[in-house]
């Protein structure tokens, strides 16, 4: 089965994290070209014979030049030839130019040359740090709590550890109110997906998405986050909280406008429905994805119409997590309730030939909806 975890209670840190600074590096003495590409020509020769200072000029000549690949090429050799102590130096120098270049306002430039360092350094829990700020930066919140989930696994001292844990909490809570003052509950909803995945032991993430998923009109789902935070009396209040609001707005013996019937497909639904007011197609009810996804064969064998995007998203299949293409649709509808303008996600064939993708959230948010699993209905009403 496929379903959408792209990823409203944060943490109670308000304060933006910084990267703790790294000693910069600068050349003892002026190089000429000549001198320095000689240097860098030389056969290889055993540790005492390095000279660090030079080493450094150099690198640090070729960083200014942006010659970042010619840097990391030479960088394991290097590396491999320098003491213990001036190795970190030479560390130092290539992540405090990546400093440097974000302070001035390159961060193309920052970006290119981090992620050429971090192939190498890959466990450095600063330079992903410094890498989680560029992408906040650059607005993209969703890479940065990634990257900042990586540093986490590789802090191995209480200050480090100290120092991601409070850039987490703080880049989700800045993000988290950046979506709620768009009202953009299906990004929300991705975002407290993914941290449920990524730190399922810290309930709050459970509190979030059991918000977020209230918000969308998704009691059912709500009530299972919920059920996932019994163990932690931290949350109890909060949790109590959310119960009470969904109490108080439970409406019985409501009339809905449509009702669907559904297939029982294992301990889910099938429906049935129509695209862009022409091609028929059967989706998995899956109330947990935020967006509704359908086949590349049901796109393209079939020729549905359809408008392109720029956009991408991630998505957890049976094998993993892949990026896929989101496109828009015209329509989608059932039973004579519409939903026009409709964005899907496009990945490949899905195991089960019985459906052809999944009607996900960015559907049902339009209805006030409630699934009868007794009578396998699906009732909606527009809000």
Not at 245 to 259: G, M, S
Not at 264 to 280: D, I, K, M, P
């Amino acid at each position: 089965m496929y379903y959408d975890t792209s990823t409203h209670i944060a943490n109670s840190d308000p304060t933006n994290y910084t990267v703790l600074p790294r000693t910069s590096i600068a050349a003892s003495q002026s190089t000429s070209q000549e001198n320095t590409d000689n240097t860098l020509r030389q056969p290889n020769k055993a540790k005492q014979d390095i000279k660090p200072a030079s080493v450094l000029d150099i690198t640090l000549e070729h960083l200014r030049r942006g010659e970042f690949d010619e840097v990391m090429a030479k960088y394991p050799d290097i590396q491999s030839k320098l003491s213990e102590s001036d190795a970190i130096k030479h560390q130092n120098l290539i992540v405090g130019h990546v400093q440097s270049l974000s302070k001035s306002g390159q961060s193309i430039a920052a970006h290119a040359l981090l992620t050429l360092y971090l192939k190498h350094e890959y466990r450095d829990v600063l330079a992903l740090l410094l890498m989680a700020k560029l992408y906040q930066d650059a607005g993209n919140e969703m890479e940065a709590i990634e990257v900042l989930f990586q540093a986490k696994s590789y802090a191995h001292t209480l200050e480090l550890i100290q120092q991601t844990v409070k850039a987490i909490r703080s880049t989700v809570k800045n993000y988290d109110t950046q979506l709620l003052i768009r009202k953009d509950y299906i990004a929300l909803l991705d975002l407290y997906k993914r941290l449920t995945e990524l730190e399922p032991e810290y309930a709050l993430h459970f509190i979030g998405l059991a918000e977020t998923y209230l918000s969308l009109g998704n009691v059912f789902d709500a009530r299972k986050a919920l059920d996932l935070t019994l163990h932690d009396s931290f949350v109890l209040d909060k949790r109590n909280d959310i119960i009470s609001r969904i109490e108080i707005n439970r409406k019985p013996n409501r009339h809905y406008a449509a009702e669907v019937s559904l297939q029982a497909h294992g301990n889910q639904f099938l429906v049935e429905v129509l695209l862009n007011n022409s091609q028929n197609a059967v989706l998995l009810l899956d109330t947990g994805a935020s967006l509704s996804i359908i086949s590349t064969e049901l796109l393209a064998v079939l020729g549905i119409p359809h408008q392109h995007t720029i956009k991408t998203a991630w998505f957890s299949t049976a094998g993993g997590r892949v990026k896929a293409p989101i496109i828009k649709l015209n329509s989608l509808a059932m039973d004579g309730v519409v939903v026009e303008n409709i964005e899907a996600g496009v990945i490949g064939e899905f195991d089960n030939k019985r459906f052809d993708g999944l009607l996900g959230m960015n559907f049902l948010r339009h209805f006030e909806f409630f699934i009868d699993q007794s009578e396998r209905k699906l009732q909606l009403s527009p809000h």
